[in-house]
């Protein structure tokens, strides 16, 4: 699970300064202040690592990647080639790992959490390559090893890591090989040293990370007649939710089973997301059938209220396909995912966006097969009446002010700015923020004045 998060230079971003990431993490903003560019910074970073090529320090997309951020100039802030884009992850792992020296048992560095800071500049053609990342071992918020690789001011590539002293191989005094991707270390380089080989289990342990991050974009596919299932398990629901259906058949016949809390009742998972649907209000009840025996496509029926007939999912309200993909997605990803969500809300009537807030506090607090799950949701919303909910069950003790982390973005004078909301213990929050959602005082006093100013034209009636 992401515990921190820092960007420089990046997109409308000069400086976002710490960010820190809760099991359900809340952005708001206006639109176009530069919200979503955070996530689309952590893609950028989940597409090169999945990428095979090595040499290349960021991969920023193509017509064939989840995201094209165009250029590294693109990319930059105010487009400056000169500036250098720099990021830092942190991370909490899902099992704590000890790197140990080879050459002195007692030189143990264990962690429990990792952070990865990186910083990429344009080299000579305008491409990105990295100058330095470092990783670094926490435990109990104690750093217990630093691991630096980059290149010095001539050039040249140098790996340090401290306390533990690396030892030469005999016969292996080559040079450092140059940084892979903005994360690696070559096994050339590796291969150097005589207790090296543990570190190689630091890039590993991110690709996990990036390989467990999900995402769900603000536009949905419209809901189909029908939807084709083979039989595969699909990694996610898909960045449009295309996948949605499919995933709701895979979860079922794998049998996975899932409970909203610790001791609640376990239910199968096609059931448990068809009774989160009846819960927001969107439907009475939902079904995914095949069209016939033995065939591979399915239909959604659904029946809106308790005495009406089942209709498909075409046939209702636009929002029912919306809110899915992000219900679905929610609980399909794996234990120890990061989901990121843009708009879950959109399309939704105000009391089933507060709904839906209650719905993403259990994924953050379900079980599945007994185990938490675990799963960290990050998501982008307008939604007031979201927040309203976040605050009213942190009063009411079912959600902790430590569990919940919740932001607001504006444009400043040098860049996007971030502020985090501070939310106590009562559910309120102690730095409103000028502009938040909008003047309401604001509003009503330019109501109150336009009434008024009718009044006295209409010859002092006011009219209902």
Same mark, same amino acid.
């Given at each position: 699970?992401?515990?921190?998060?820092? +960007?420089?230079?990046?997109?409308?971003?000069?400086?976002?300064?710490?960010?820190?990431?809760?099991?359900?993490?809340?952005?708001?903003?206006?639109?176009?202040?530069?919200?979503?560019?955070?996530?689309?910074?952590? #893609?950028?970073?989940?597409?090169?690592?999945?990428?095979?090529?090595?040499?290349?320090?960021?991969?920023?997309?193509?017509?064939?990647?989840?995201?094209?951020?165009?250029?590294?100039?693109?990319?930059?802030?105010?487009?400056?080639?000169? *500036?250098?884009?720099?990021?830092?992850?942190?991370?909490?792992?899902?099992?704590?790992?000890? +790197?140990?020296?080879?050459?002195?048992?007692?030189?143990?560095?264990?962690?429990?959490? #990792?952070?990865?800071?990186?910083?990429?500049?344009?080299?000579?053609?305008?491409?990105?390559? &990295?100058?330095?990342?470092?990783?670094?071992?926490?435990?109990?918020?104690?750093?217990?090893?630093?691991?630096?690789?980059?290149? %010095?001011?001539?050039?040249?590539?140098?790996?340090?890591?401290?306390?533990?002293?690396?030892?030469?191989?005999?016969?292996?005094?080559?040079? &450092?090989?140059?940084?892979?991707?903005?994360?690696?270390?070559?096994?050339?380089?590796?291969?150097?040293?005589?207790?090296?080989?543990?570190?190689?289990?630091?890039?590993?342990?991110?690709?996990?990370?990036?390989?467990?991050?999900?995402?769900?974009?603000? #536009?949905?596919?419209?809901?189909?007649?029908?939807?084709?299932?083979?039989? %595969?398990? &699909?990694?996610? &629901?898909?960045?449009?939710?295309?996948?949605?259906? *499919? *995933?709701?058949?895979?979860?079922?016949?794998?049998?996975?089973? #899932?409970?909203?809390?610790?001791?609640?009742?376990?239910?199968?998972?096609?059931?448990?997301?068809?009774?989160?649907?009846?819960?927001?209000?969107?439907?009475?009840?939902?079904? !995914?059938?095949?069209?016939?025996?033995?065939?591979?496509?399915?239909?959604?029926?659904?029946?809106?209220?308790?005495?009406?007939?089942?209709?498909?999912?075409? %046939?209702?309200?636009?929002?029912?396909?919306?809110?899915?993909?992000?219900?679905?997605?929610?609980?399909?990803?794996?234990?120890?995912?990061? !989901?990121?969500?843009?708009?879950?809300?959109?399309?939704?009537?105000?009391?089933?966006?507060?709904?839906?807030?209650?719905?993403? +506090?259990?994924? !953050?607090?379900?079980?599945?097969?007994?185990?938490?799950?675990?799963?960290?949701?990050?998501?982008?919303?307008?939604?007031?009446?979201?927040?309203?909910?976040?605050?009213?069950?942190?009063?009411?003790?079912?959600?902790?002010?430590?569990? !919940?982390?919740?932001?607001?973005?504006?444009?400043?004078?040098?860049?996007?700015?971030?502020?985090?909301?501070?939310?106590?213990?009562?559910?309120?929050?102690?730095?409103?923020?000028?502009?938040?959602?909008?003047?309401?005082?604001?509003?009503?006093?330019?109501?109150?004045?336009?009434?008024?100013?009718?009044?006295?034209?209409?010859?002092?009636?006011?009219?209902?």
């Amino acid at each position: 699970m992401l515990t921190e998060l820092q +960007i420089q230079n990046f997109k409308a971003w000069r400086d976002t300064g710490p960010i820190r990431l809760a099991p359900l993490t809340i952005i708001f903003g206006a639109n176009s202040a530069g919200k979503s560019s955070l996530g689309h910074l952590l #893609l950028a970073l989940k597409q090169t690592a999945r990428l095979a090529d090595r040499k290349r320090a960021l991969h920023l997309g193509d017509l064939q990647s989840d995201i094209d951020l165009g250029t590294f100039k693109d990319c930059l802030y105010q487009h400056n080639l000169k *500036a250098k884009l720099s990021f830092m992850l942190g991370w909490k792992l899902p099992v704590p790992l000890t +790197i140990t020296d080879p050459l002195n048992k007692k030189a143990a560095f264990p962690a429990d959490h #990792l952070r990865l800071s990186t910083t990429l500049r344009a080299d000579a053609r305008g491409l990105p390559m &990295v100058e330095q990342f470092s990783y670094a071992l926490l435990h109990e918020n104690q750093t217990t090893l630093n691991v630096t690789h980059g290149l %010095d001011a001539r050039g040249k590539a140098k790996l340090d890591v401290k306390p533990m002293r690396l030892i030469h191989a005999l016969g292996r005094k080559w040079d &450092v090989e140059p940084p892979e991707k903005f994360y690696r270390f070559s096994d050339v380089t590796l291969a150097r040293y005589q207790n090296a080989d543990a570190l190689a289990v630091l890039p590993l342990e991110l690709e996990r990370l990036l390989d467990g991050l999900v995402y769900l974009g603000p #536009l949905r596919e419209p809901p189909q007649r029908t939807y084709h299932w083979a039989g %595969d398990t &699909v990694p996610n &629901v898909g960045a449009r939710g295309e996948y949605a259906i *499919a *995933a709701i058949l895979a979860a079922a016949d794998a049998g996975r089973e #899932l409970n909203r809390c610790y001791k609640q009742r376990r239910q199968r998972f096609d059931t448990f997301i068809a009774a989160w649907l009846k819960d927001l209000g969107v439907i009475h009840s939902f079904n !995914v059938r095949p069209i016939a025996k033995g065939r591979k496509e399915y239909e959604v029926v659904v029946r809106t209220r308790a005495n009406g007939p089942d209709v498909k999912l075409t %046939d209702v309200g636009f929002g029912v396909s919306q809110v899915l993909p992000a219900l679905v997605q929610a609980f399909y990803a794996p234990p120890h995912s990061t !989901v990121w969500m843009e708009q879950p809300e959109i399309h939704l009537h105000p009391k089933v966006q507060a709904e839906l807030a209650d719905a993403f +506090i259990s994924a !953050v607090q379900a079980y599945e097969n007994g185990r938490p799950r675990n799963v960290q949701l990050v998501i982008e919303s307008h939604s007031e009446h979201f927040l309203l909910r976040l605050q009213r069950r942190v009063a009411e003790r079912l959600l902790e002010p430590e569990d !919940v982390a919740v932001y607001f973005v504006r444009d400043g004078n040098t860049g996007a700015q971030l502020e985090e909301l501070k939310l106590n213990r009562f559910g309120e929050i102690e730095n409103w923020p000028e502009g938040f959602f909008g003047d309401d005082l604001g509003e009503i006093a330019a109501r109150t004045k336009a009434a008024m100013q009718r009044q006295m034209n209409d010859g002092g009636v006011l009219h209902g």
